[in-house]
């Protein structure tokens, strides 16, 4: 039985604890020799001060330092509720985001799923398991494979952030922005619209039609786009339009991509094909098979023999890769 690749909040838990462990790791190599040896805990207000040219008028300030968290500046207190911010624990991290709103759930992407997540846009990251969120941190994003790692994320629905408590406000803050609600509502009301009148294989092609509209408006500067916000969004009408327009641009082939649709649907349900033979699904997109079919003028019986063989032919590559993995 495959695994279910739904994290749990004690695995996340556990994963946020490593990273953390490791981060402590690096830095007790800091503390002095003679803490480590006497297994007392290091307390910078013993060391003795053989010349102090400190003025007089910040020496309280460095009386505090034992209480400090390392590398947060010399005014920033430690207490449970800073660990907490800085999310050493997941668990903790979630129960704080309650306690500051309890109608928000939050989830954290890992260190090893983070390395097929991408930028696609200035605010905008993709994870393959979460779809597109929204950055709304303080800091700049994490570019770089490098950066990406060592910045926690946590997510809130379809919105990203490396601190909770930030997080948190901005999500509560666009939520409660009037346009939010007519947004939600509309791409809601359009997603059910286009499932129904067409089929759920179209779905993605009407997103990247969006996303062709929005870098076009992004590159002429055309003042459709709602400001203060985490991201570009529509607006109401402007939605309304890009469905029309892109309804009116398929034309004939509506018909021909719900015929396709129909066929790919009954070759999943045929007895013969199993869920790992579906898998090839995933390497081919809906566009290519409706252009393929009325190129070539394939019937019904072609359709699905190339399915047949497309899936055949992904089963002898799997089994070569599974052999070659035996070898080593």
């Known amino acids: 039985m495959r695994a279910s690749s739904r994290v749990s909040h004690q695995e996340l838990d556990l994963l946020c604890q490593i990273e953390f462990l490791y981060i402590f790791i690096t830095v007790s190599r800091l503390v002095p020799d003679t803490a480590k040896a006497t297994a007392v805990r290091y307390d910078p207000r013993d060391a003795r001060v053989v010349v102090d ?13 034992h209480k400090l ?10 207490s449970y509720q800073d660990a907490i911010r800085r999310c050493d624990s997941f668990i903790r991290s979630a129960d704080y985001a309650k306690s500051l709103n309890p109608g928000l759930t939050l989830d954290y992407i890992p260190m090893a799923e983070r390395w097929n997540c991408r930028w696609l846009a200035t605010h905008t990251l993709q994870c393959p ?15 770089s494979d490098r950066a990406m790692q060592a910045t926690k994320l946590f997510v809130i629905e379809e919105w990203v952030g490396s601190e909770v408590e930030h997080l948190v406000k901005e999500v509560q803050k666009v939520k409660k922005m009037s346009w939010y609600e007519d947004y939600t509502r ?18 993605p092609h009407l997103i990247k039609r969006l996303e062709e509209w ?11 786009w709602v ?3 985490t991201e570009w969004w529509f607006r109401l009408s402007d939605i309304e339009e890009m469905k029309k327009e892109w309804m009116g641009a398929i034309g004939d082939k509506g018909q021909k991509m719900a015929i396709v649709a129909r066929v790919v649907e009954e070759w999943c ?9 579906q898998e090839v699904l ?4 809906f566009g290519e098979v409706v252009e393929l079919a009325e190129k070539e003028r394939w019937s019904k019986r072609e359709l699905l023999d190339w399915l047949d063989q497309r899936a055949w032919d992904k089963g002898n590559e799997d089994l070569l890769v599974d052999m070659a993995d035996l070898l080593l």
């Open 186 to 203: 509309t791409k809601d009301r359009n997603d059910r619209l286009i499932k129904k009148s067409i089929n759920q294989f179209s779905t």
């Open 282 to 285: 995933k390497e081919i997109s």
């Open 53 to 65: 040219h400190t003025p007089k008028s910040v020496w309280g300030k460095q009386r505090v330092s």
């Open 214 to 224: 929005e870098n076009q408006g992004k590159e002429k500067a055309v003042p459709k």
């Open 269 to 277: 349900q045929a007895p013969d094909i199993s869920k790992s033979y």
């Open 129 to 143: 398991k979460r779809g597109n969120l929204y950055w709304v941190s303080k800091g700049p994003r994490p570019e």
């Open 227 to 229: 400001e203060n916000s």
């Open 69 to 78: 968290t390392w590398g947060h500046g010399g005014d920033r207190l430690y």
